[in-house]
């Protein structure tokens, strides 16, 4: 009665998974722009080639742990093949052929998806300097005079530079329905190329551990329809009354805090991302 109960629970467990996992969202899966896309066919392709691997394991160990129970007296079982030239081969070539191929197919994305490869499109590219603060991001807009913190906006379809930097311990910058994380170090400049193919709003994180603040060092990524709606965004800023053109200022704003908001900032010295970072 126990045994019977016991299976039914695990039915359930089982079907309520189903349910409840299906609210979760993958962003790493949900793929907004080109660098992601490939990103995402490289993991599903690797992924299944995997499968050739361990599906036949998985299949050899239920096969034989069934055939061969102790209760099927009927089976007989004759350990007595001491070499096989045919099975030697399988399991040599198969692994080596595959390995082979991942090997191959790693080394060719390597070079696609290189972070500082400029991303072709007719479109003018938006510069974007990056500053990971305690514990918030703190975004300059060297072409337009502003700044902002915890939200970055970009046209659809425009490619996208992020230099990217820190002013305190290491972050790492992560727009994951876009693609690609690299590193923001102090004392370094990392970039990154990027670039939307629809209009939404994604998640930007930290994927580093920083400190007690990190679990809410999280921005958030529009990607807006056109770019009359992107000058829209940037004439709001430039109306802010917030400025950020002195080193006194940015010693300010840098102060560590967590939960910080969404925060605009107009006139923005233009050197200030190099003297940060010199």
């Given at each position: 009665?126990?045994?019977?109960?016991?299976n039914?629970?695990?039915?359930?467990?089982?079907?309520?998974?189903?349910?409840?996992?299906?609210g979760?969202?993958?962003?790493?899966?949900?793929?907004?722009?080109t660098?992601?896309?490939q990103?995402?066919?490289?993991?599903?392709?690797?992924?299944?080639?995997m499968?050739f691997?361990?599906v036949?394991?998985?299949f050899?160990?239920?096969?034989?742990?069934?055939?061969?129970?102790?209760s099927?007296?009927?089976?007989?079982?004759?350990?007595?093949?001491?070499?096989?030239k045919?099975?030697?081969?399988?399991?040599?070539?198969?692994?080596?052929?595959?390995?082979?191929?991942?090997a191959?197919?790693t080394?060719n994305?390597?070079?696609?998806?290189?972070?500082?490869?400029?991303?072709?499109?007719?479109?003018?590219?938006?510069?974007?300097?990056?500053i990971?603060l305690?514990?918030?991001?703190?975004?300059?807009?060297?072409?337009?005079?502003?700044?902002?913190?915890?939200e970055?906006?970009?046209?659809?379809?425009?490619?996208?530079?992020f230099?990217?930097?820190?002013?305190?311990v290491?972050?790492?910058?992560?727009?994951?329905?876009?693609?690609?994380q690299?590193?923001?170090?102090?004392?370094?400049?990392t970039?990154?190329?990027?670039?939307?193919?629809?209009?939404?709003k994604y998640?930007?994180?930290s994927?580093?551990?920083?400190?007690?603040?990190f679990?809410n060092?999280?921005?958030?990524?529009?990607?807006l329809?056109n770019k009359?709606?992107?000058?829209?965004?940037?004439?709001?800023?430039?109306?802010?009354?917030?400025?950020?053109?002195t080193i006194?200022?940015?010693?300010?704003?840098s102060?560590?805090?967590?939960?910080?908001?969404?925060?605009y900032?107009?006139?923005?010295?233009?050197?200030?991302f190099?003297?940060?970072f010199?």
């Amino acid at each position: 009665m126990i045994y019977k109960n016991l299976n039914k629970f695990k039915i359930l467990l089982l079907i309520s998974n189903v349910f409840i996992l299906n609210g979760c969202n993958n962003m790493l899966l949900t793929s907004h722009g080109t660098i992601a896309k490939q990103e995402h066919s490289l993991i599903l392709i690797s992924f299944i080639m995997m499968l050739f691997v361990i599906v036949p394991v998985f299949f050899m160990t239920i096969y034989f742990s069934v055939k061969y129970r102790a209760s099927n007296i009927n089976q007989i079982y004759k350990p007595d093949c001491s070499e096989s030239k045919i099975i030697e081969t399988i399991v040599w070539f198969i692994p080596v052929l595959i390995i082979s191929f991942l090997a191959y197919l790693t080394w060719n994305y390597c070079h696609v998806l290189d972070p500082q490869k400029s991303i072709v499109s007719k479109y003018k590219p938006i510069k974007i300097n990056v500053i990971a603060l305690d514990w918030r991001w703190l975004f300059i807009y060297p072409d337009y005079n502003i700044a902002s913190i915890n939200e970055i906006a970009f046209p659809v379809n425009t490619p996208v530079i992020f230099n990217i930097t820190s002013n305190s311990v290491m972050n790492s910058f992560f727009i994951p329905s876009l693609g690609s994380q690299i590193y923001a170090m102090p004392g370094m400049i990392t970039k990154l190329n990027l670039i939307s193919n629809d209009s939404g709003k994604y998640k930007g994180i930290s994927s580093n551990y920083s400190g007690k603040g990190f679990s809410n060092m999280k921005f958030t990524a529009i990607s807006l329809p056109n770019k009359k709606v992107f000058l829209s965004w940037i004439n709001k800023i430039q109306k802010s009354p917030k400025q950020l053109n002195t080193i006194k200022m940015f010693q300010k704003v840098s102060f560590p805090n967590e939960n910080h908001y969404v925060e605009y900032f107009s006139n923005v010295d233009q050197m200030l991302f190099k003297r940060i970072f010199y």
